[in-house]
């Protein structure tokens, strides 16, 4: 940091630089670094440092310090409120240094005194657009596009994404790029592709409208390459050879505040895998549904602080990309995903290691991407704002696709593609401009994102309706039933169970009903979830609420579950019968006896 007065404080500060300034404020420090009043009584025992450094718009304060032997402590940033508490010291610079608690308001006075002596610096730790100036420009962890005057500090967790300072040859990393097209069968590679060029575009269209809110969901089984094509894609903005962002043993804290720093530009969560143990398998199926929701809905989990002020929330500010040896279940959660399956025969293994021998080089196209939408964003005499073209685009492509699937459950599903054509048609118009690719050729690449945009919609939608909680809920009634793995009470037409010694039971049947306990039966479908390995989504309350809306149960006039009336045999009674009347789903047999998924 710069002191006012062209004293510059940085990590060779020198000793004798503060001291003269805290002589000028009446201060002494001796040979130790311990900082005493002018009446001799120590107030700390470390030759303080400070900056004060704005971070997203939050004023904060980078501290550190000279120690008894004139060794550097190490840089501590703090929060305003933090500095009154003394923990901060002993965490950081162990328990030898120190803050004379009685002398707490001078340490703080000290460094006001040495912040009003120094320059602010205004510090990004995020990736992304920015505006500085009335400009658009892009930070990445080692500069910024557009403006080289810019500080960033990014996290060491995500300090690897980062883009190149020169680009070699355009045409050539352009053509590389354009390889993972087709390094998966049936094209799947192109809507990965998208989904890369996609990702610098979230704040440029969160400027007029809505932007993209779905996940891609890239799995299969072990071996399919699926980590390797994951890593490859995201090269393009940074390295990741060592390290990736996110992996599911990440808690949901740590993968929110990374979806917010992470601003445009491509996020991954690795390795949803199964789980033996069955909490891990739950928490791993929580932290999915979290993502999902998170991007799907472009919302953060809201917090307040012990003054119950709302505090700021984390929202996700560019794109996911999940991968895993399953899918997660639940069709609410489904809708907001894209799934791409992928196998070891579907990779083009020849392609793959053309280019992880030269993924250095994905990072140079993405910044020729980045420069062309900044001279396009900077662009005051454009007759219509990038926004605005992207925006129309995504409109135009959704109609389209509204016209042609007319019948298709699930909009958000058709909205998800659009946005991926939207990315991938700004790369190839990206492309084309710089010479990198035909007008021919970008034809092709348009049919044949038409044709696999086409397969993946029809796909989507099967995975969506197959994945339906009360499909799933009635397919597994029926598996249960089928192989008597849940008890069931017969009931005569009297309603007189016939059986003796009926204990643990979720239920009774007669000729046209089964008649379920909710608790019971819920409990039975969650179990044998569990045993499959799949994760319930739905609550409870909410599978019940979904059963009666679709008509499936029956409910009375007051739209409640029915009584079932119940002669169940009793010998203390003189007609061997004690009556029940209990709340119970009535399910017509045919529903779950005749149901197919």
């Known amino acids: 940091m710069e002191l006012k007065g062209g004293i510059n404080m940085n990590a060779n500060v020198k000793r004798d630089e503060i001291i003269n300034l805290l002589k000028k404020k009446g201060l002494k420090v001796t040979d130790e670094n311990i900082v005493l009043d002018s009446d001799g009584k120590d107030i700390c025992n470390f030759l303080p440092i400070s900056e004060q450094r704005i971070i997203d718009r939050k004023h904060k304060l980078l501290i550190s310090g000279i120690g008894a032997k004139n060794e550097r402590l190490p840089d501590v940033l703090l929060d305003m409120t933090m500095i009154k508490k003394n923990l901060w010291v002993s965490e950081n610079y162990g328990f030898e240094y120190y803050i004379n608690k009685k002398r707490l308001d001078d340490f703080i006075s000290i460094i006001r005194y040495l912040c009003l002596k120094t320059s602010t610096k205004n510090v990004y730790n995020h990736t992304g657009w920015i505006q500085k100036d009335n400009k658009w420009c892009y930070v990445h962890a080692k ?11 990014l996290e060491e967790s995500i300090d690897n994404y980062y883009l190149p300072n020169k680009i070699t040859n355009i045409h050539d990393v352009c053509k590389l790029s354009l390889k993972l097209c087709d390094v998966l069968k049936n094209d799947k590679g192109i809507i990965l592709q998208s989904l890369v060029y996609l990702s610098p575009l979230v704040d440029i269209i969160n400027q007029v409208g809505k932007p993209p809110d779905m996940v891609v969901w890239l799995w299969g089984k072990t071996g399919s390459r699926k980590t390797s094509l994951a890593r490859a894609y995201l090269s393009h903005f940074g390295d990741f050879t060592n390290k990736i962002p996110c992996t599911f043993n990440d808690t949901k804290t740590s993968i929110e505040l990374k979806a917010n720093l992470l601003k445009d530009t491509l996020c991954l969560c690795d390795d949803f895998a199964p789980k033996q143990d069955r909490r891990e398998m739950f928490n791993q199926n929580s932290i999915a549904e979290f993502i999902v929701r ?12 012990n003054k119950l002020e709302v505090k700021k929330m984390n929202i996700p500010r560019g794109m996911m990309l999940v991968t895993g040896e399953s899918i997660i ?15 070891r025969s579907t990779v083009n293994l020849g392609i793959l290691t053309e280019i992880q021998n030269n993924i250095g080089l994905l990072g140079q196209a993405m910044r020729g991407y980045i420069e062309s939408l900044l001279k396009q964003l900077n662009d005051e005499n454009a007759e219509e704002s990038l926004a605005d073209t992207l925006i129309h685009n995504f409109q135009f492509y959704r109609d389209e696709l509204m016209y042609k699937y007319k019948d298709i459950p699930h909009g958000r599903t058709i909205e998800s593609i659009s946005w991926l054509k939207v990315g991938f048609n700004c790369m190839l118009s990206y ?8 007008e021919v050729e970008s034809k092709e690449y348009e049919q044949r994102l038409e044709v696999v945009t086409d397969a993946l919609l029809n796909n989507q939608t099967n995975l969506v309706t197959n994945n339906s909680p009360t499909d799933e ?5 029926k598996e249960l039933i089928d192989s008597n793995s849940i008890r069931l009470g017969t009931l005569n037409s009297k309603n ?15 000729d046209n009903y089964y008649y379920f306990y909710r608790d019971k039966i819920y409990k039975a479908f969650v179990q044998e979830q569990y045993g499959k390995r799949a994760f319930i989504i739905t609550g409870q309350n909410e599978l019940l609420k979904q059963l009666k809306e679709e008509g499936i149960v029956k409910v009375d006039s007051n739209n409640d579950y029915p009584k079932k009336v119940i002669h169940v045999k009793d010998s203390s009674q003189k007609n061997g019968y004690r009556q029940v009347r209990p709340r119970m789903l009535h399910i017509e047999k045919t529903k779950i006896d005749n149901f197919t998924i």
């Open 143 to 153: 500069g910024c596009i557009g403006d080289t005057n810019v500080d960033v500090e």
């Open 473 to 477: 809920f009635l397919n597994t009634l």
């Open 496 to 510: 007189q169970v016939i059986e003796d010694k009926l204990e643990y039971i979720h239920g009774y049947r007669d």
């Open 329 to 343: 279940s639940g069709e609410s959660s489904n809708a907001r995903l894209i799934s791409l399956e992928v196998s």
């Open 294 to 305: 998170m991007y799907g809905d472009r919302v953060a989990k809201g917090r307040s602080n």
């Open 431 to 438: 492309m084309f401009d710089i010479g990198a690719i035909s």
